[in-house]
């Protein structure tokens, strides 16, 4: 076998195992575009305004709220219990262990549903779980929560306990946002101290 | 000497095009999640009706998810409807990745339209836009959909009432 032919099946091999290898993979762990195609036009990625607002209420720890908006726009009014982790900011590693989290819900919210959608999927890209959207966003909480009022002459059980809800996270955001941030922690434990008092618990 | 290495030669031609031909026929994402975070800010998303021109609309493919032609919108000659499983198709993703063609989707909801805006564009689609306000029964354009309608005013009650009475 001459120099040539030698050279030529060693050139044909290397052409097949160039085309056999896998592609180079930067995305490892990412979520395939068929899959993620899948949740296109899927609303079980949105969780309501009141649902948001009985998870603040219960103090929900399997829930972690996260405002994608700017900080400035965050220090100015935030839904209570909710982190800052801006859009720009949402790939960065440093933040991996707030939304890494297999067993806690996240729920991004902006002021309307944009920002948040494209948070979601860029963190579903990357795999992480559970990621969800408050529908509407805080155009839809102050719409929803903050201007809910009752009108009518009856109001059934189930609508009272609804208004009910509306009524108390409208008087909690409104709190915590009136407050400055020294004061918030204070007010929390005495709020948390005070709730135990009128169930009959002891310190 | 053609006719022993002919074989040989044609072999060769086929692996360099199999390897050539690899990137092209990949299912994969062609942006990494951080590049389309960076262009999220870089890139106009939405385009409006005004701006679009149905006459001269050879390099304009529309990808309709609407499922029939939305009131409102012209008949444009290049148009696939389309569904969420078709985005990953051959065909289509041969259209998105044709840089010589401006894609506009449309659609009637906005979850919908982002969302495909985003894999798509990662998918290598690019000139990209959405068509901003399908629906004529929108109160407001899509662009705006981020515009905070409402301001808060701090309760000044609340620090009044002290610490202790929450």
């Known amino acids: 076998m001459n120099f040539r032919t030698t050279f030529s099946i060693i050139l044909i091999f290397l052409g097949i195992l160039v085309a056999l290898l896998p592609e180079q993979d930067n995305h490892a762990g990412h979520l395939k575009p068929r899959t993620l195609a899948n949740f296109i036009g899927n609303t079980d990625m949105f969780i309501t305004v009141d649902q948001v607002a009985r998870m603040v209420l219960d103090e929900d720890s399997t829930m972690l709220l996260i405002d994608v908006r700017t900080p400035e726009a965050y220090r100015n009014m935030n839904i209570p219990g909710s982190v800052n982790i801006p859009l720009q900011q949402i790939l960065n590693p440093d933040y991996e262990g707030y939304l890494n989290q297999p067993n806690t819900k996240n729920i991004f919210y902006s002021n309307g549903d944009m920002f948040a959608l494209e948070a979601w999927m860029l963190a579903t890209r990357v795999g992480y779980v559970n990621n969800f959207v408050m529908g509407g966003g805080l155009n839809e909480w102050y719409q929803t929560i903050m201007l809910s009022e009752f009108s009518g002459d009856q109001i059934s059980p189930k609508e009272n306990a609804t208004f009910e809800l509306r009524y108390k996270a409208r008087k909690f955001f409104n709190q915590m946002n009136s407050l400055p941030d020294s004061l918030k922690t204070g007010f929390l434990l005495a709020k948390k101290s005070k709730e135990r008092e009128l169930v009959g618990g002891c310190e | ?166």
């Open chain 2, 1 to 166: 000497m053609v006719k022993k290495y002919g074989f040989l030669v044609a072999f060769i031609l086929l692996v360099t095009l199999m390897v050539l031909l690899r990137p092209r026929l990949s299912t994969g994402y062609v942006m990494d999640a951080t590049d389309i975070l960076n262009q999220l800010n870089a890139e106009e998303i939405f385009v409006s009706m005004e701006a679009l021109d149905p006459s001269g609309a050879d390099a304009l493919f529309v990808l309709n998810f609407t499922g029939t032609v939305a009131s409102g919108l012209p008949e444009f000659q290049n148009t696939v409807f389309m569904d969420r499983d078709d985005i990953i198709t051959r065909k289509v993703r041969n259209i998105v990745r044709d840089t010589g063609l401006v894609k506009v989707i449309v659609s009637d909801n906005l979850a919908e339209a982002i969302q495909s805006w985003m894999l798509i564009r990662q998918l290598g689609g690019r000139p990209l836009y959405i068509l901003d306000k399908v629906n004529s029964l929108a109160d407001s354009v899509w662009r705006d959909n981020e515009v905070l309608r409402y301001s808060f005013k701090p309760d000044s009650t609340v620090f009044k009432q002290g610490r202790n009475t929450p």
